[in-house]
C-alpha cells in the first residue's frame, strides 16, 4: 500500500489502476475535460536502490496506455548538480537510472514558476541544504492534449517540501485558435507583461526543445490573452461599421 493519500472532488472520477508504497497510479476523468488521462502520483524512497521498483512501474506505464500521461511529486533525486545548492558536491551517479527511465519513457518537464529549490533539509543556515526533488512530467499525448498545462511552486508551510500547482487548459477549450499578432496588441498594457511572464516560465530540456516548448506555449498563452482582453477583433470592425452606417441614417 501506498504511505501517502490523495483527495479529489466530486466532479472528478477517479479510478486507482495501480498502487504501492512510491506510487499511485490513477485513471481520471474530470467533467469539463473531453476524455481521460492517466496520472501517477510519486512518493520516491530516499534510498537509490529501493527506488528501482518504482522506475520499474513507471516504465511499465510508459508501454501499457497510450493516453495523456502525467508523473508528479516527489521523486527524491535530481537530474543535474545545479538542482542542489549546499551540502557535499553531488555525485551524478545516483541520478543515472532516473535519467534513463525518463528517457526510456519519453518524458519531458513542463517547466515551473517560483523559487527552483522546493525541498530543505531545515536545519540551520550553516548546514542548509535546497534541492529540486519535485517535478512534474508529462508524455507527448498530454502536451497534444493540454499544452497550456503549467507548475507554480507555492511557499512551504510547515513542510520540508513546497507545494506544488498545476493548472491544465485543453486544447480544445473554448475553440483556442492560432495567435495573429495584431499592431494594437502593444498599445495593451497587459502585452508585454503576459507575454514576458510566459516565456519567463523554466522549461527542461536542450535549447531546442526549450525554444519549442516555450514558442508554443506562448502562442497558446496570447490567443487566450487576445480573446479576453481584446476579442474579436473582425467582429468589432463590423460592429463599428454599423454603427457608422446607423450614424448616418440619422
Known sequence: MARFGFFWSSYVDCNILDEDE??????????ELQGQFITTFVYAKCKDYLR???WDKILLQANEDTKPWCAVRDFNVITAVEEKLGGEPYNM???MDFIEVIEACGLVGIGFSGHKFIWSNKRGINHRIWKRLD???VNDSWLERMPQTTITHLSSTSSDHCLLLMEMIPKDSNHIKYFKFL???VDNPLFMKTMQTCW???VEGTDMWRSHQKLKRLANTLSVWSR???????????????????????
Open 22 to 31: 512510491q506510487q499511485i497510479t490513477c485513471d481520471i476523468k474530470h467533467n
Open 135 to 137: 517535478r512534474d512530467m
Open 52 to 54: 528501482r521498483t518504482l
Open 200 to 202: 519567463d516560465r523554466e
Open 93 to 95: 551517479r545516483k541520478s
Open 183 to 185: 499592431n494594437c496588441c
Open 228 to 250: 479576453e482582453e481584446i476579442g474579436d477583433i473582425f467582429q468589432n470592425v463590423r460592429r463599428y461599421e454599423e454603427q457608422v452606417h446607423k450614424a448616418k441614417d440619422e
